[in-house]
């Protein structure tokens, strides 16, 4: 594993989020050439529209973090009537990385961010 320590988790209801959807292809493990990917939506990340009390993100490793190149991956958001912007929505956050020759995107950190924080267009992408 790549780090150590407890590992937190959010405490979420089941039914209180719309759940995004996911695609996950599984590898065969006697084909050298095939991974397990999950695919997803990513959308840039900017955290300089909010203070501090309205976002809340966990990395992995705070010390190698890159502001500029953070996206997001929504994993859920917050049931209610409240302005699609001002719901919460539980994210990975993601950084691009170029490997196989395609552009992959890695895991540094989970939290959840008001809607207005995700910026553009979201796109598909293969998570490592």
Same mark, same amino acid.
């Given at each position: ?6 590992? =937190?988790?959010? *405490? ?8 995004? $959807? ?5 590898? =065969?493990? &006697?084909?050298?050439?095939? &991974?397990? $990917? ?13 203070? *501090? ?25 917050? &049931? ?5 912007? =001002?719901? &919460? ?17 890695? $895991? ?7 809607? $207005? ?12």
């Amino acid at each position: 594993m790549s780090c150590s320590g407890p590992i =937190d988790y959010f *405490p979420l209801t089941f039914y209180g989020f719309d759940w995004q $959807r996911l695609e996950v292809t599984w590898s =065969d493990t &006697k084909v050298a050439d095939e &991974k397990t $990917r999950l695919g997803a939506s990513v959308q840039q990340l900017d955290l300089t529209v909010v203070n *501090p009390f309205e976002a809340d993100i966990i990395f992995d490793i705070p010390a190698k973090v890159d502001e500029k190149k953070m996206m997001a991956v929504v994993l859920g958001v917050e &049931k209610g009537d409240a302005a699609l912007g =001002d719901k &919460k929505h539980y994210v990975l956050v993601v950084t691009s990385k170029q490997a196989w020759g395609h552009a992959l995107y890695e $895991r540094i950190g989970a939290g959840h961010v008001p809607g $207005r924080c995700l910026v553009g267009e979201p796109e598909d992408c293969l998570l490592i």
